[in-house]
């Protein structure tokens, strides 16, 4: 998902007959920025329940879900590259270069991965691992982009690695252990796609997205041997989770992510990661263990930690690649 630069247009001074909208100017950005984080907010109530609606699918076949949640995904996101492009979606793809298609190879497994995760282990215990992504971007930009770690951002990786594992203290002998490898390797795959956007982060990335959507529902296509019948009633849940979530969760995200810093859109979207446990809870009785509460207050704290010291230093608006 991309998010776009925001920048505040001069107020035309009062001598200029401008007086009024000088005036009106403060009142017109607070509207500006109410409204993108409600857009964003909507987006991760959307992607908050995935879990849930996964649940709800009568077919345990892992891999015929990843087939048609992306399948789905695929002619939703070219009619939205095609709007975006103004009918001319080969300027997307040409400007998006071949770094699409690696950032949407890293965001296909992604993608993929995230489905076995949830299959394989509890709501809980898959997002609360999977939102350690921007330590392990962190982590990616510092070995391949040189960027510094600051002491924050130290303390935070070591954070993230106590949770997990402390997560992983009741799956030691098996039972949830594969889901939540499954959900780190979501974690670390979503972090290489938001440090490989680094190289065009001032072009738009959809391709990738499109990419990333077809990628995965190929993956599905292999795995399942071509067997991918389905019951009708989990093609309209897989429909609902591969547009209904994904595409329009999207479009909520990114329209509002133009109007907000990296850090409020950091902290926005932990919403998902909260809220996805206590959906399963309500609807379906699905309990977390008092490892994985423990471990995920543990990782929240250290993904938020690096984002409130920004906001508490007055870090100032810049682009995200997520």
């Not at 891999?63 to 048609?68: A, G, H, Q």
């Not at 939703?76 to 300027?91: K, N």
């Not at 394989?120 to 939102?131: H, M, R």
């Not at 041997?225 to 309209?236: E, F, N, Q, T, Y």
Request: net charge positive; hydrophobic share 60%; proline share 4%.
């Amino acid at each position: 998902m991309r998010c776009w630069n925001w920048r505040r247009r001069d107020v035309m001074p009062a001598d200029h007959g401008m007086s009024d909208m000088a005036a009106r100017g403060p009142v017109v950005a607070l509207r500006l920025r109410q409204r993108a984080i409600l857009l964003v907010v909507l987006a991760a109530l959307l992607w908050s329940t995935s879990g849930l609606v996964f649940r709800m699918l009568d077919d345990t076949a892992l891999w015929r879900v990843v087939f048609w949640r992306s399948s789905f995904l695929v002619p939703f996101l070219l009619l939205l590259i095609r709007h975006r492009g103004g009918g001319r979606m080969s300027l997307l793809f040409r400007a998006a270069g071949w770094q699409a298609l690696l950032a949407g190879l890293f965001l296909g497994a992604a993608f993929t991965l995230w489905v076995l995760a949830i299959g394989a282990t509890s709501v809980a215990n898959a997002n609360f691992i999977y939102c350690c992504a921007p330590i392990f971007a962190m982590l990616l930009a510092r070995v391949f982009l040189g960027e510094r770690l600051s002491g924050t951002g130290i303390v935070a990786i070591f954070g993230v690695v106590l949770g997990i594992l402390i997560i992983n203290a009741g799956a030691m002998q098996g039972e949830g252990l594969v889901g939540n490898l499954f959900a780190l390797g979501t974690g670390v795959s979503f972090a290489a796609y938001t440090v490989t956007l680094r190289a065009r982060q001032h072009v738009d990335m959809l391709p990738a997205v499109f990419f990333a959507a077809l990628f995965s529902a190929f993956a599905g296509l292999v795995a399942m041997a071509g067997d991918i019948g389905i019951a009708p009633r989990d093609v309209l849940l897989c429909l609902i989770l591969g547009v209904g979530q994904v595409g329009f969760g999207l479009v909520l995200f990114t329209a509002g992510a133009r109007h907000l810093p990296t850090t409020e859109l950091t902290l926005l979207s932990l919403i998902e990661v909260i809220l996805s446990p206590v959906w399963v809870w309500l609807f379906m009785g699905e309990t977390a263990t008092p490892q994985t509460l423990l471990g995920g207050a543990v990782v929240l704290a250290a993904v938020m930690g690096p984002t409130i010291t920004l906001l508490r230093q007055g870090a100032p608006i810049k682009t995200s690649p997520v």
